[in-house]
Every structure is written in structure tokens, then in C-alpha cells.
């Protein structure tokens, strides 16, 4: 096996390669998509963690997404040039003061009920870190009560459905806080220092690229690990892995939680990519379609799902230039999924993994090689 | 708060008719079927279509409503599902794919706007459905105002469920898919075509998700992405109530039904949904298997 993982090494090298010099060769308006692409193949990656390594089907990727979305852009809104035009010398958010009852206090602590929560999010880096706790919190008691309750299989799928849309409607009803449906928008730009990222450039294109290129490769170099093994052999077998006497419900929270992490993070990035928070992250379909990027890239391969996110995106963007199709897009989408599901269960990232071995089989017929002819004869022996 | 409590019993019933279709195909053949929901709003489609095409009010759309959602059923057991007995989140992803081509024929009105042609009652827009004259108002019974259409809504239910008891406890049939609940391999050995019987199963549960449909389409707008909100109501219904115990998922939707209408009369609708998803985290955590279900599967 160890030549294969010398493949797959050479593999992730040409994708990381691929996504630092496409800036060389692309339009800067395209970089600011390109770049919204990589975040979702970095939610690829989250759910081939999850689905593909644990075994865990959670359709409630986008709580995670959107609480590090959220977490930021509540910094972001703050730091916005509109938040300081509300007739205070602190920041408050425009939609508060729409919202305000008359005669409220023009200020973040007591414009309404609640709005103190507000406070610390004044400083930026306040809201990039709980851009990841918070993820890595409501992961870490969720996974202690389900996976400590031997709850699995579906049931943990509906339950983290039911949670996403539950803090879903939340979100929606504190309007006041939260501005609701109408999302978090005007926000300022991520600074760093004296830098400014704005959207459009080059440089957050970069960081996005170097975060999803770390994240891709962390995510390859831990399943490797010990505790990647004993997390497969968990999803392959649970009731065996218990039975040799391993903890399987600390490994399932471990990679539920890193998962959740890396959902965490990329909303983090959207958010700094496409200026809004939404709660249209939390909607059950963007869940599902996150889900149908992995099936579609491969769920049991990291790099595959990576890849399914954002080609998928990349073929969506290209065909809804022309109006007509936008619709029947994503009728072709329902197609597609229906078709690998039915025909290449393992998507494409297993196909190309098939490929690979034929391949390579090939090439050893032409120059045997010792162990694969030794293989080879202890089969023949065996049929004869 | 009797007031309330009818309102919650004729929202009960309507996740109850989603719920027994997905309660049946899910507990005899572990199929999470995600496209169930829209065999809901095809349901309230033929309500639209009927109405305009053959001038039928809501009751007479109810059987058509049935037929045609039991045929797209069966034909997305025959060509589809089938292929996928066994893989349980599988289907959970073929079937949210077909939903999704559900909700684009239906949107694009089966492909014809291509051609310039338009048909009346499809498309993306809103649809409504108005209720028949005699469904209309309501009527004093013991002191109390009741709604008509949903006191209609209660007893087209009470009479579905009933059938589908009958059905499932009186007839050979439904003994067989009593039998493949229970242990569907085991019912293949004692000579059940159990793919034959899922198949009917299939129909016959996306039928009553149509009729579902159709009842929605009196009191509710009806559009392409209606039927999702449903299919996740139902089988929270199910898991709730325990996989494969229908008694189980007629307490569940009464349960669910009425803790909305409750929290919606005290707060608002948004908080009760939020409520039920709460409520529903909770069972599943404290009794994963339901609050009903059968020991040993």
C-alpha cells in the first residue's frame, strides 16, 4: 500500500500546485468565484472526514458553516463604516437602529434585548476565534451526547438535520439581533495589521488557497494516523472495533469535531469572500448539496470530495451564464446524483482510485514484479 | 384552547398521512425516501390541475390524486429504489436527487417551456386551490366553532387510517408487509414476493402522501419547493414514533401536531417548529429507538 499512498501524495501535490498558479492564468473577476469554489471543496473535505472516514452522515454540516460564517461577520458588521454612521462613537449595526424601539439607547449594550452580545465582537479577532469555537463547542456536546448515547446511523443524521434547522429558525426569529432573513450585509473587510483583504484581490484568493491546501493535506496526514485507522474500523465495524476494546465514542467526537472545525473555518472564509452571512447557510439543501459535492468527488477520498465540490461549482457557474439553463441545471444536478449513487457508489475520486489500479497492474504485467508474480502463482495454485 | 387544540389535531392529520407512507416504506424496506415530500405537493398539483383541466373541486381530486402520485411511486420503486435495498443512506441521496427532478418537471412544466408551450397551473409560481362551498365556514358542535374544511381534513384521516389498518391487519397482503417489518429476509424464505410487495407498498404510501397534498392545497399556497418542509416533518414523525409501529406514528403526529399549534397560538410559527425540532432532538436522544417500536429488530 505504500506505493498507493506515494499516488495519492503525488496527486494532492499537482491539486495544490494547480489551485496556487491558477491566479497566473485567470481574470481577477474570476478569482473572487474561483475562490468562493475552493471554501466549498474545503466543505468537501469535511464531509469525507465525517461521511466517508466516520461513517457519520451529518446533515447538519451547514450549522457549523454557519456559525463560523455568522461569528465573523458579526466582527465584520462592526467594524463596517455603516455601523459608525448610527450617531454614536461606538458601533452599532444599521439594521438595530431600524429595528430600535423609539427612544431606545443608541448603544451596542441596550439598543434592544440582547444586543449586548454584540460587545465583544468589537474586536475582530474576538469573532475569528469564536468563528472556531463556537463549531468545535456545539460539535463537541453534540457528539458527547450522541455518539456516549451509541446513538448511530440515521438517527444521527436526523438529529444533526433537526439541529441545523432548529437554530436555523432561531436565527431567523431574533430578527433584532440577527437581522433575520435579511442577512448580515455591508460588511468591512478582514485586516490583518495595515492590510486590508479585499474580496476581489489576489491576496484573499491566496489565503484561501494556502488555508484549503493545509486543510487538505492535515485532513490526508491524519486519517493516516493511528486514530484514522481505528475511526475506519469503527465505520466498517462498530460493534468488532468495540469488542478489541477500544473507546470508539471518543474517536467518533474527535473526527466529528474536526469536521465541524473545518465547516467552521470555511464559513469564516465565505464570509470574508462574499461579504454576507445568511441564513440561508443553514437551509437543509445546502447541507444535502454539500453532501452530493462528496458523493459526486468520492466520499471515501479526501481529495475527491475536494475535487467534486468544486468542479460541480465550476460547471454550475458556467452554465448559468446562460439564463434559460439556470433551471434545468439543477435538474441535471438531481440526475447526476441519482446516476452515482446507482452506478459509481464510491463517485469519482473511487473510480479514478479503480483506474489507478488497473493501471498499475498493467504496468507490472510488463515488468513483473516479484510480490504481485508470487500473488499471482499462489492464485493459480489455488484454482487448480 | 379548544379552538387550538382542533387546529393542532387537523395539522396532526395531515403528518400523519405524509408520515404512515414514509412509517411503512421505511420500516418494511429501509428505504428513507426523501422524494416523499414531493408526492405531497404532486398531490396538490393535481388539485390545481384538475380543477383547471376538469373543472373537479378538492373531494373528486382526492382519488385522482391518489392514482397518479401511486403510479410516479411505483415508478420510482421499479426503476430506482429497487436497485438500492440495502444501502440505506443511499437511497437517502438517490431519493433527494429525484426529488429534485420532481420539483424542476414540475417547475419547468415537464420540460415543455422550451418550446414556448405553457401549461396552465404548472411553472414556478403560486397556485391556489379554493375550498368548495360546502367545505366552506364552519358549524357549532357542542358549543365549540368548528372549522369545516378542518373537520374534513380529521375525517378523510380517520378513514384513510383506518383503511390502511384493515389493510394491514386483515388482508393477506398486509400480513406480508407485516411480515417483511419484521424480518424481511425471513419473509422471503417463507415464500413472500417481498418485491412485490414493496413495490405496492411504495405505490401505496406516495398515494397517501398525494391525498396529503390535496388537503394541503385548501388552506395552504401551492408551490414547486413545498414538499420538502413535509418530508422532514414525516419522518420526524417516524423516528418519534418508532420505526415500523404505526401506532407509534399516529401518537407521534398527534403529538407533533398539537405542541405546533400550541407554541404557535403562545408564540409565533417560527417558534414552534423550532420547538418540534427541540422536542424531537431530545426523544431521540433519551429513546432512540421511539417511543414505540418492536423489540428485537
Not at chain 1, 479514478?352 to 499471482?376: I, K, Q, S, T
Request: with cysteine; hydrophobic share 55%.
Amino acid at each position: 500500500m505504500a506505493s498507493r499512498q506515494r499516488y495519492d501524495f503525488l496527486l494532492y501535490g499537482i491539486f495544490v500546485a494547480a489551485i496556487l498558479l491558477a491566479p497566473l492564468m485567470l481574470e481577477e473577476f474570476w478569482l473572487n468565484r474561483i475562490a468562493k469554489y475552493l471554501v466549498f471543496g474545503m466543505l468537501g473535505v469535511a464531509v469525507a472526514l465525517s461521511w466517508g472516514y466516520a461513517g457519520i452522515l451529518n446533515l447538519g454540516q451547514g450549522l457549523f458553516f454557519g456559525a463560523g460564517a455568522y461569528m465573523l461577520a458579526m466582527s465584520l458588521k462592526l467594524a463596517s463604516p455603516t455601523s459608525l454612521q448610527q450617531g454614536s462613537d461606538k458601533p452599532v449595526p444599521d439594521f438595530m437602529l431600524w429595528n430600535a424601539e423609539p427612544g431606545a439607547l443608541t448603544q451596542l449594550c441596550c439598543i434592544n434585548k440582547g444586543s449586548f452580545i454584540w460587545l465583544p465582537f468589537q474586536s475582530q479577532w474576538f469573532g475569528v476565534a469564536m468563528g472556531i469555537v463556537l463549531p468545535v463547542a456545539i460539535a463537541t456536546i453534540t457528539g458527547m451526547i450522541v455518539f456516549r448515547n451509541r446513538i448511530s446511523g440515521v438517527f444521527v443524521s436526523i438529529i444533526t438535520l433537526a439541529l441545523v434547522l432548529l437554530v436555523r429558525l432561531l436565527v431567523i426569529d431574533a430578527q433584532p439581533l440577527t437581522n433575520g432573513f435579511n442577512r448580515l450585509t455591508d460588511l468591512a473587510w478582514l485586516t490583518i495589521g495595515a492590510f486590508q483583504f479585499d474580496p476581489y484581490s489576489r491576496a484573499t484568493y491566496y489565503l484561501v488557497a494556502i488555508a484549503l491546501s493545509l486543510v487538505l493535506v492535515g485532513a490526508r496526514l491524519l486519517v493516516s494516523t493511528r486514530a484514522g485507522l481505528i475511526l475506519q474500523a469503527t465505520r466498517d465495524d462498530e460493534t468488532r472495533a468495540r469488542y478489541l476494546g477500544l473507546d470508539v465514542p471518543s474517536y467518533q467526537i474527535f473526527f466529528f469535531v474536526v469536521s465541524a472545525a473545518i465547516c467552521g473555518f470555511a464559513g469564516m472564509l465565505y464570509v470574508m469572500v462574499s461579504e454576507f452571512a445568511s441564513p440561508t447557510f443553514m437551509d437543509l439543501s445546502f447541507s444535502i448539496t454539500m453532501v452530493v459535492w462528496a458523493a459526486v468527488g468520492g466520499r471515501s477520498s479526501i481529495l475527491g470530495a475536494c475535487v467534486g465540490a468544486i468542479l460541480i461549482n465550476m460547471i454550475e457557474a458556467k452554465v448559468s451564464e446562460t439564463k434559460a439553463l439556470v433551471e434545468v441545471w439543477k435538474a441535471v444536478v438531481g440526475l447526476i446524483f441519482v446516476l452515482v449513487v446507482l452506478y459509481l457508489p464510491r463517485g469519482l475520486g473511487g473510480f479514478a482510485h479503480d483506474l489507478l489500479d488497473r493501471w498499475r497492474a498493467r504496468n507490472a504485467e510488463a515488468v513483473p514484479d516479484e510480490g504481485l508474480v508470487a500473488e499471482r502463482r499462489d492464485t493459480v495454485a489455488e484454482r487448480g | 384552547m379548544i379552538d387550538t387544540m382542533f387546529i393542532g389535531l387537523s395539522l396532526s392529520s395531515i403528518l400523519l398521512l405524509v408520515a404512515l407512507g414514509l412509517a411503512i416504506t421505511y420500516g418494511a424496506m429501509g428505504v428513507i425516501n426523501m422524494a416523499h415530500g414531493e408526492m405531497v405537493m404532486l398531490g396538490a398539483y393535481t388539485a390545481v390541475l384538475s380543477r383547471i383541466w376538469l373543472d373537479a373541486n378538492i373531494v373528486m381530486a382526492i382519488p385522482i390524486a391518489f392514482v397518479v402520485t401511486a403510479i410516479v411511486g411505483l415508478v420510482i420503486e421499479r426503476v430506482i429504489v429497487r436497485r438500492l435495498y440495502g444501502r440505506l443512506l443511499d437511497t437517502l441521496l438517490a431519493t433527494w436527487g429525484i426529488a429534485i427532478l420532481i420539483q424542476q418537471a414540475i417547475r419547468l412544466e415537464l420540460g415543455l417551456s422550451f418550446f414556448g408551450i405553457h401549461v396552465e397551473g404548472l411553472g414556478p409560481g403560486l397556485q391556489n386551490v379554493p375550498v368548495p362551498a360546502a367545505l366552506q365556514g364552519t358549524f357549532h358542535l357542542a358549543g365549540v366553532e368548528i372549522n369545516t374544511y378542518r373537520a374534513f381534513i380529521i375525517v378523510v384521516t380517520i378513514a384513510l387510517a383506518a383503511v390502511t389498518w384493515l389493510l394491514l391487519q386483515r388482508t393477506s397482503i398486509g400480513m406480508q408487509v407485516r411480515a417483511i417489518i419484521r424480518n424481511p429476509k425471513m419473509a422471503a424464505a417463507c415464500g413472500v414476493d417481498v418485491a412485490r410487495v414493496n413495490a405496492l407498498t411504495f405505490a401505496f404510501g406516495s398515494g397517501l402522501a398525494g391525498i396529503a397534498g390535496v388537503m394541503m392545497s385548501g388552506f395552504k399556497t401551492v408551490f414547486p419547493d413545498m414538499g420538502t418542509p413535509m418530508v422532514v416533518d414525516g419522518f420526524l414523525v417516524v423516528v418519534v414514533g418508532g420505526v415500523g409501529s404505526l401506532l407509534g406514528s399516529v401518537l407521534s403526529a398527534g403529538l407533533l401536531g398539537e405542541i405546533n399549534s400550541v407554541v404557535a397560538a403562545l408564540k409565533n410559527d417560527t417558534i414552534a417548529r423550532a420547538v418540534i425540532f427541540g422536542v424531537v432532538i431530545l426523544i431521540i436522544v433519551v429513546k432512540p429507538k421511539g417511543l414505540f417500536s418492536f423489540r428485537g429488530r
